[in-house]
């Protein structure tokens, strides 16, 4: 496999393995093509090399600059605005969980406080509220490890996680 193959392999699993995260499949490839690409990119670079839409590539680009994954920035004597990914994959991490929880676990706790205080004493609100308070317990937990998770140490973390998966 040569250089070029071995990009558009990972450009495209990385795509597949983005949308897990809940990042659209387009967004995950801008973003693994500013991951291995040495110097800063432009919109046009990247429109080019994935084959996409002005539209499709500043939607995408706007929306990892939003999520803290690539950075915007200018090159001496150009207009064009140039592009560059996070390369700490520990950093990458964290700001995927942080998008994470706040478009997932944190509207869930919210929720599951609304409806925690059900009213009535029949036997179908107890039930209901034991498994609302159950759920609301787990989640509660699930966001203050989250949270810790997201103020430790990059390489701690990292490591820490690396091991878990092994």
């Given at each position: 496999?040569?250089?070029?193959?071995g990009?558009?392999?990972?450009?495209?699993?990385?795509?597949?393995?983005?949308?897990?995260?809940?990042?659209n499949?387009?967004m995950?490839?801008?973003?693994?093509?500013?991951?291995?690409?040495?110097?800063?990119?432009?919109?046009?670079?990247?429109?080019?090399?994935l084959?996409?839409?002005?539209?499709n590539?500043?939607?995408?680009?706007?929306?990892?600059?939003d999520?803290?994954?690539?950075?915007k920035?200018h090159?001496p004597?150009?207009?064009?605005?140039?592009?560059?990914a996070e390369?700490?994959m520990?950093?990458?991490i964290?700001?995927?969980?942080?998008?994470?929880?706040?478009?997932?676990?944190e509207?869930?706790?919210?929720?599951?406080?609304?409806?925690?205080?059900?009213?009535?004493?029949?036997?179908?609100?107890?039930?209901?509220?034991?498994v609302?308070h159950?759920i609301?317990l787990?989640?509660?937990?699930?966001?203050?490890?989250?949270?810790?998770?997201?103020?430790?140490?990059?390489?701690?973390?990292?490591?820490?996680?690396?091991?878990?998966?092994?």
């Amino acid at each position: 496999m040569n250089l070029q193959e071995g990009k558009e392999k990972f450009i495209s699993t990385w795509g597949t393995v983005g949308s897990n995260w809940g990042i659209n499949r387009t967004m995950a490839q801008v973003h693994a093509l500013l991951l291995i690409s040495n110097d800063p990119l432009s919109a046009e670079e990247i429109m080019e090399e994935l084959q996409i839409s002005r539209g499709n590539a500043n939607m995408n680009i706007r929306a990892l600059i939003d999520w803290g994954l690539v950075y915007k920035g200018h090159k001496p004597g150009e207009r064009k605005e140039f592009f560059t990914a996070e390369k700490d994959m520990g950093e990458v991490i964290k700001k995927v969980i942080v998008q994470r929880k706040k478009k997932e676990l944190e509207p869930m706790i919210k929720t599951l406080d609304e409806i925690s205080a059900v009213e009535g004493l029949c036997k179908d609100s107890e039930a209901f509220c034991k498994v609302v308070h159950d759920i609301k317990l787990f989640s509660t937990k699930a966001d203050k490890t989250l949270d810790q998770l997201i103020r430790s140490d990059s390489n701690w973390f990292l490591s820490t996680f690396l091991k878990m998966i092994k």
